[in-house]
């Protein structure tokens, strides 16, 4: 059985990342954001710069400091039905912190998503933080990004679940630095499983392709 794509069915829980991007952000999500941003600045020098001992020495003094300062506050209230992450106030928060997605999550690539007709569309850019084979993006990154990708176009279903299968072929190494983009789409329903397809690119060439299961709650 074949059903329609639903934009709109995933607005009960947050906004697209579309919607989300015409969004201002302000204040505290900015913010946040920025945070993130430039840990993953830091991250990625720490992974790729041949910083003197001392140097690293001061910069860990340094982050030992905002940690407490940061670790000093209370943690947000829950929304205990949906996500960690998320608050009853922030519909952004649940894509904001995703390790994928969230612009305030500094171990996200990030990836961006964009729905165009059926089809849901990303792009990325793995850093040195994502290596694997020397070079190339770790395969098991490159299997998170499509965890997530074929995730959200199942959500669009109005049936969301969670992943059963994951299946990866991976084609040929998928080069760090590099703008990478990637597509996914629902291809059936039957009764609570919905099977999604995806690809990854690097301009013209297929780096990777996913079949996943995703499983309808009950
Ligand atoms: C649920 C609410 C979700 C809320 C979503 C919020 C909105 C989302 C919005 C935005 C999305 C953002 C994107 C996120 C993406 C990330 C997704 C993840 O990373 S999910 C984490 C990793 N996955 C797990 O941890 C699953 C762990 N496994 C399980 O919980 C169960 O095994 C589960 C649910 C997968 C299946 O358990 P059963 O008890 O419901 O299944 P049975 O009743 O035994 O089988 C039903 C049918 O499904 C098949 N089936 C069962 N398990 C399968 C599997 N693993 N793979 C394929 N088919 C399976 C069976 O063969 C059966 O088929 P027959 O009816 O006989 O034809």
Redesign the pocket.
């Known amino acids: 059985m074949n059903e329609p794509l639903d934009g709109s069915a995933?607005s009960q829980?947050f906004l697209l990342p579309t919607d989300a991007s015409e969004a201002p952000v302000t204040g505290i999500w900015a913010e946040r954001r920025r945070l993130a941003s430039i840990m993953r600045t830091v991250i990625e020098h720490l992974t790729v710069a041949d910083t003197p001992e001392s140097e690293l020495r001061e910069a860990a003094d340094t982050l030992q400091h905002l940690a407490a300062q940061l670790g000093a506050h209370p943690r947000r209230r829950k929304r205990d039905d949906?996500a960690d992450t998320a608050t009853p106030m922030d519909k952004h928060a649940?894509i904001d912190f995703?390790p994928l997605i969230g612009l305030s999550n500094p171990i996200s690539p990030p990836l961006e998503l964009t729905l165009d007709g059926n089809t849901l569309r990303g792009r990325l850019r793995f850093g040195t933080a994502y290596e694997g084979p020397p070079g190339c993006a770790h395969g098991g990154c490159i299997a998170a990004v499509f965890?997530?990708l074929l995730?959200?176009a199942q959500?669009l279903t109005s049936l969301?679940?969670?992943?059963?299968?994951l299946t990866i072929r991976y084609r040929v190494p998928t080069p760090l630095h590099t703008e990478l983009h990637c597509e996914a789409r629902v291809q059936r329903i039957?009764?609570?499983?919905i099977f999604c397809v995806g690809r990854l690119y690097a301009g013209e060439t297929l780096c990777a392709e996913a079949d996943g299961?995703f499983?309808a709650?009950?």
């Open positions: 995933l829980y949906i649940l995703s965890d997530e995730g959200y959500s969301p679940g969670m992943t059963g299968t039957s009764g609570r499983k299961v499983l709650s009950r």
